[in-house]
């Protein structure tokens, strides 16, 4: 019997022939991610519990994202001892403020390989499965463990797989794919267990939509959110300073818990509104609703190619009166390549802010929050009650051309009739 | 130790049991002590003040769902909970659960299976949970070897410890 993508990076990961949904391994980490939210408490414990350094300095990677640059004293201090415990521990890998988001720098910089087993501080690791690298969240006391030994216990989880066919319509986008997901299965359907992306729409997907769409597998329950490792995956590991890798996916008989056919033909943008992820409908159920803010950004989508389509659709033009349009590029790289295409240029003369690389207002921390009453439409993956700011405010997730179209209107709109 | 086979007092929690709710973001800073005194209280004002050492949570599905947080887990230990037999539960709850030592067992039927204040009783190595008040039985999903070895050290973080010998 043929295992899944899961099962196969957990065997090759816990150094057996095979392994079954269901079963319990000790598997060897690969890579290990902090960041600046979790780092210093978690490497303060590792001290605490008497162990003096990690268990491979150039397989463990720390960026400074989330309160960048550092809104309040505190945040600042937090920083400073993470710097110290990064060179006290010699730590090969460390991203400083204003790098970028650590879901982006991560494949941007290499550091994923396909098949590998990769733990970060965040439960939107599952990114990571973009390039079939099995990615997923632990918490501070895991994480303290597995840098102190370089092994970490697992569940071998059952997985559900949808099959994609079919062409996307102009102006609709793989976060339109993922958020239809999220609301036709729910925020549960994948509880516990991994998820494959398969079928020859997702083989046709970049990159970039793959990111997207792995991002956001943790937004229904998953563990894993898993692309086969393909010829784009090769293309985007030479080009990102890596070698290139063989094809890495699940066996041809391997046993799924369930197998889900997805026609993306006639699929429409998608929005999902307040105040849970799979709240989602056709984007003319909210279409029409004034708002006071569009954020462009994120580890969803803050890459070039999500700046490049609010840029068509803004090019020439300006941001309805009243409206704050923030545009908040994923990684320093991603703002070079803005600024050398003229797309932050288009986005700056329709009206746009610029902030720095990095999470910005996605996780309510700072650098454009929300008061009571506002109205805001993003292109990130969580709409939750007070995530990004006050608690009576409202956030709904599209895509980036949804959201720069109802920038531009001034109210949420249908980026099919506008541009 | 985390005994195998575990006996209690029943407080009884509906579905989608958030971590914000077990552990509320205006106190997520705070020391334990503060902490765990608002542990359920925006669903059970009182359960923090009045759980008792040993005392067991029964709960609906999606237990500790919403965004990671050890805390909560960690709250629920503070205040004497010795297990949480749950319908369903978000993964990362579960890891965070073992990785403070609380045992937590997947079991169907079991929300309408108790009320508050019942009699439980709980074998971990065989997922048999037993209605002490009404005597009805259910299968739950028993806890494999490893993840009891973690929970009986009393956490990841013990375990850690006794690997050093520290
Ligand atoms: S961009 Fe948002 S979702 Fe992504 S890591 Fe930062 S805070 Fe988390």
């Not at chain 1, 094809?247 to 889900?260: K, L, M, V």
Request: net charge negative; with cysteine.
């Amino acid at each position: 019997m043929g295992m899944t993508q899961a099962e196969r990076i957990l065997a090759r990961a816990s150094g057996r022939e095979s392994v079954a949904a269901g079963e319990f391994v000790i598997a060897n980490i690969d890579l290990a991610m902090l960041h600046d939210i979790f780092a210093a408490q978690v490497f303060d414990t590792l001290s605490d519990v008497g162990v003096g350094g990690v268990f491979d300095p150039d397989r463990t990677v720390v960026v400074i994202d989330h309160l960048v640059p550092a809104p309040s004293a505190e945040a600042a201090a937090i920083h400073q001892r993470i710097r110290a415990h990064v060179s006290r521990l010699g730590i090969g890998a460390f991203y400083d403020s204003g790098t970028g988001i650590c879901h982006q720098l991560l494949p941007e910089r290499g550091h994923i390989r396909p098949g590998s087993l990769v733990v970060g501080t965040d439960s939107h690791s599952t990114t990571y499965g973009a390039l079939g690298a099995g990615g997923t969240g632990i918490g501070t006391s895991d994480m303290v463990y597995a840098l102190a030994t370089g092994r970490l216990w697992f569940r071998v989880p059952e997985t559900i797989r949808f099959e994609f066919s079919g062409d996307l319509q102009p102006a609709v986008s793989w976060k339109d794919v993922i958020l239809y997901l999220a609301g036709r299965f729910g925020s549960d359907a994948a509880q516990y267990k991994s998820i494959e992306f398969g079928g020859d729409a997702a083989a046709g997907a970049d990159m970039s939509s793959r990111l997207t769409v792995s991002n956001m597998a943790v937004e229904m329950g998953a563990k894993f959110g898993l692309f086969a490792a393909d010829d784009v995956t090769n293309a985007y590991l030479q080009e990102h300073g890596g070698d290139g890798s063989d094809p890495f996916g699940p066996e041809q008989d391997a046993t799924y818990e369930a197998i889900h056919e997805i026609s993306l033909s006639d699929l429409e943008p998608q929005i999902a509104m307040p105040n849970e992820v799979d709240r989602v409908g056709p984007i003319a159920e909210a279409k029409g609703l004034t708002i006071d803010q569009a954020f462009l950004g994120s580890c969803t989508n803050g890459r070039i190619e999500d700046l490049r389509a609010a840029a068509e659709v803004l090019d020439g033009k300006h941001i309805a009166p009243g409206v704050r349009l923030l545009v908040v590029p994923a990684s320093r790289d991603v703002l070079q390549e803005a600024i050398d295409t003229g797309i932050l240029a288009t986005l700056v003369d329709a009206g746009a802010s610029l902030l720095p690389p990095g999470c910005g207002p996605c996780f309510g921390g700072h650098g454009g929050l929300l008061g009571p009453g506002e109205r805001c439409i993003g292109t990130h993956n969580r709409n939750f009650i007070g995530r990004m700011g006050s608690p009576d405010a409202e956030i709904f997730l599209a895509s980036p051309a949804t959201v720069a179209a109802s920038a531009l209107v001034g109210a949420i709109a249908d980026p099919r009739e506008v541009g | 130790m985390t005994d195998q086979v575990m006996q209690g007092r029943v407080w009884k929690f509906d579905h989608d049991i958030s971590t914000d709710v077990l552990s509320p973001g205006a106190y997520a800073v705070d020391p334990v002590e503060v902490r765990k005194l608002h542990v359920l209280e925006s669903v059970n004002p009182s359960f923090a003040s009045e759980c008792q050492q040993g005392d067991v949570v029964v709960a609906g599905t999606n237990f500790g769902c919403g965004s990671s947080r050890e805390t909560a887990p960690e709250n629920l230990v503070a205040v004497g909970i010795a297990c949480v037999v749950t319908e369903s539960l978000s993964r990362i709850f579960m890891r965070n659960a073992v990785a403070v030592g609380l045992p937590v067992l997947v079991c169907e039927g079991i929300h309408d299976g108790f009320e508050d204040g019942q009699g439980i009783e709980i074998d971990l190595a065989t997922g048999r949970v037993r209605n002490l008040t009404t005597g009805s039985e259910f299968q739950g999903d028993s806890l494999p070897e490893e993840m009891r070895e973690i929970l009986s050290a009393g956490g990841i973080l013990a375990v850690l410890r006794a690997q050093r010998g520290a």
